[in-house]
């Protein structure tokens, strides 16, 4: 396997978390971007959660005992063929009040609970982003 | 015995795990395939062990001749190896 990827579980949910600086440019209207393949699913739907937790410098928070804001789910359906790659939108309405220059953690776990979440087998994520707009 | 709610969701979540093929099937179709089926190993226990052979019937457990039906269904969609298979 040339590729890293994180298996996300059908029944259990499973997630990872990475860390960044919010670039400087950053305005507003955070997207999440989840490009994704299935291990063998090949119809129905699979469904995606994201979450941030921001602070900015000089806020009067414990980042050891903060949580995440709300979280923002989206769902689509998967591609007819294993293997192939797929991208679902997340509109991160709970955003933390994100603001450019904060600590950001995002969340991603896959919302095994959520309605739109039928397809069958491990999700296999290899790559996500969050665009914005740009000051 | 039948299994609870929580055995055949675990039943469920491991199938899909092992899974390779293709599947377009959802979660809920799944589900529903798993309890028929423990609903079908339930309703006919006893026609099977009708069928076994007295000589093993009279004097194996249940718990062996579940295994035994287990191992040749295994066997039979090829996810039982053997010694034999090297």
Not at chain 2, 17 to 45: G, M
């Amino acid at each position: 396997m040339y590729l890293l990827q994180l298996l996300y579980d059908a029944t259990n949910v499973e997630w990872a978390t990475w860390q960044f600086r919010m670039p400087a440019d950053y305005a507003s209207a955070p997207v999440a971007k989840v490009q994704y393949k299935m291990a063998s699913a090949t119809a129905n739907g699979v469904a995606w959660d994201v979450r941030l937790a921001a602070v900015t410098d000089g806020d009067a928070t414990d980042v050891d005992a903060k949580v995440f804001a709300a979280a923002n789910v989206a769902s689509g359906t998967v591609p007819g063929t294993a293997g192939f790659i797929d991208e679902i939108s997340i509109t991160l309405t709970n955003a933390d009040s994100l603001a450019a220059g904060d600590f950001v953690v995002v969340y991603l776990g896959r919302a095994t609970g959520d309605a739109g979440d039928t397809a069958t087998g491990d999700a296999e994520m290899v790559a996500l982003a969050i665009t914005y707009t740009t000051v | 015995m039948a299994l609870d709610s929580t055995n055949r969701a675990l039943v469920g979540a491991q199938f899909m795990r092992e899974n390779a093929e293709a599947a377009t099937y959802s979660k809920a179709e799944l589900a529903a395939a798993v309890a028929a089926a423990d609903d079908w190993a339930d309703a006919n226990a006893a026609a099977y062990n009708t069928a076994l052979p007295a000589g093993f019937r009279t004097k194996a457990t249940t718990a062996q001749k579940a295994a035994l039906l287990c191992f040749v269904i295994q066997r039979r969609s090829g996810r039982l190896r053997v010694e034999e298979d090297g």
